[in-house]
């Protein structure tokens, strides 16, 4: 969580600013395959998330589109689009810092990464240095509101 929580602050500190949140893809090993941090504003994407980066760059070193074994960390519980992602991608373990209660696809307003009707479910631990994870955003976002 460490790593995503740097992924986060440089994602913020960039220019433009983005939303700090970061993610990381570590293979069964223990071997960090990406970290990416959001970049929506940078890139002018709507998809660019910090997971979508992840998982495209973890999918890139790998040259392999399943990621099965591979944990992805999070400071922030994932969207829709970003847990339809980590679903499709195969990844055994999501490990999320701060719940998302608003938009959360993780357990707060879906479970869409544990959800049975689908074919693969991953395995979600949640809550990991929850309160830097959330300060981090609230303080975020407190600054803008000054502005």
């Known amino acids: 969580m460490g790593l995503a929580l740097a992924e986060a602050r440089a994602a ?3 220019e433009p600013a983005d939303v700090p949140i970061g993610a990381v893809v ?4 223990g071997t ?3 970290a990416a ?3 929506r504003e940078a890139e002018e994407d709507p998809t660019a998330h ?4 992840a998982l495209r760059e ?4 790998t040259g392999r589109w399943n990621l099965s074994g591979a944990t992805l960390v999070v400071t922030l519980e994932p969207c829709t689009m970003c847990a339809g992602a980590i679903v499709l991608s195969r990844v055994r ?3 999320v810092g701060a719940p998302d209660p608003k938009a959360g696809a993780a357990g707060s307003l879906f479970d869409l990464v544990r959800e049975p009707r689908l074919n693969h479910r991953v395995e979600l631990t949640s809550g990991v240095r929850e309160q830097e994870c959330g300060d981090l955003l609230r303080d975020f976002f407190r600054a803008r509101r000054r502005r």
């Open 12 to 14: 913020a500190a960039r």
């Open 26 to 29: 570590v293979a069964a090993d």
């Open 32 to 34: 960090v395959l990406a």
């Open 37 to 39: 941090g959001n970049r």
């Open 50 to 53: 910090a997971e979508v980066l």
């Open 58 to 61: 973890a999918a890139r070193v």
């Open 93 to 95: 373990r999501l490990v």
